[in-house]
């Protein structure tokens, strides 16, 4: 007997808004088998207007409303069962965020929680990632997003450490990251990586996912330091244009790109690790996951 449900998982951070729909396969004594079916990213930017000015613009709120009712309409005509909205770092600090939660509510009729960066680390935990590490060595997770990078230290299998960081590509870009925030940050990592000989990083986001592409690397190949130190300079001897129009790079990954390498290559500068893995997983993949295993509250359709 095969049945299939389909599920769907709204990610809205600083730089980016997602919906993925994924069908869950499930099988009489089988381990269900979760397919990605589609996949939208709209660069809004939200972590523009709030780590800045405080509140989500007008022009904001109106794209945000235009695409949270696409993404409604997109769920329907895919027959999605399920779903659930989660919105991060950019969203939790805005002053209006509330408000943006209310208006969607009322005229999308998609309901948003806004997660903090514990809670959003926990929902990334739930994706496969067991399956891309050996239970014998130890690593860093580094997830950077566009407000926030959340960062843990998993031994044997187990995390062991976790912290949520105010660095990301959006703030990094506009020049609002403390150095206060930045010794924080390596204070923490060299003192939960210290007791361990030898480390490898995990890397997520859109960034980390963009590079291992373009390195032409086979999935489950690591990418190594001085792979990333490369790229890393070289992508800053081309301008913002050059980088679209020579590096073939959206528009809206062409300049968060640096920042974000930026973030993976200092956490293997402190850390002490040589490679970083790059399994494509993300919040998205984790919402979906959570929602199958009943541990996060979501939205029949």
Same mark, same amino acid.
């Given at each position: 007997m095969l049945t299939i449900k389909k599920y769907a998982a709204i990610d809205i951070g600083s730089n980016a808004?997602?919906?993925l729909?994924?069908?869950?396969?499930e099988q009489e004594g089988q381990a269900p088998k979760f397919k990605k079916s589609s996949l939208v990213r709209v660069p809004i930017r939200l972590g523009s207007d709030v780590f800045i000015n405080g509140n989500i613009s007008e022009e904001n709120t109106h794209r945000m409303l235009d695409?949270?009712? +696409?993404?409604?309409?997109?769920?329907? @005509?895919?027959?999605?069962?399920?779903?659930? +909205?989660c919105a991060t770092s950019a969203m939790r600090e +805005?002053?209006?965020?509330?408000?943006?939660?209310?208006?969607? @509510?009322?005229k999308a009729k998609i309901d948003?929680?806004?997660?903090?960066?514990?809670?959003e680390a926990a929902i990334i935990a739930a994706t496969d990632l067991h399956s891309y590490i050996k239970e014998d060595k130890t690593y860093l997770y580094v997830d950077v997003g566009g407000g926030s990078t959340e960062f843990s230290v998993i031994h044997l299998g187990e995390t062991v450490a976790s912290k949520s960081f105010k660095i990301g590509t959006v703030r990094l870009l506009n020049d609002i990251v403390k150095k206060e925030t930045w010794m924080e940050?390596?204070?923490w990592v060299k003192h939960n990586t210290m007791a361990y000989d030898k480390l490898d990083l995990i890397g997520s986001g859109g960034n980390i996912n963009k590079i291992f592409k373009i390195s032409g690397k086979s999935l489950g190949k690591p990418l190594t330091y001085f792979y990333l130190t490369t790229y890393y300079n070289k992508l800053q001897t081309?301008?913002?244009e050059e980088r679209i129009t020579e590096l073939e790079l959206n528009q809206d990954r062409a300049d968060v790109i640096i920042p974000a390498t930026r973030i993976y290559l200092s956490a293997m500068k402190w850390s002490g690790a040589k490679d970083i893995y790059?399994?494509?997983i993300g919040l998205s993949d984790g919402i979906i996951k959570s929602i199958y295993h009943n541990t996060v509250s979501s939205v029949t359709v």
């Open positions: 808004v997602r919906l729909i994924s069908n869950i396969i695409t949270m009712t +696409a993404f409604n309409l997109l769920m329907k @005509s895919h027959k999605v069962i399920a779903y659930k +909205a +805005a002053k209006n965020g509330n408000d943006i939660v209310k208006l969607i @509510s009322k948003i929680d806004i997660i903090n960066g514990e809670e940050l390596e204070d081309y301008s913002y790059v399994p494509k």
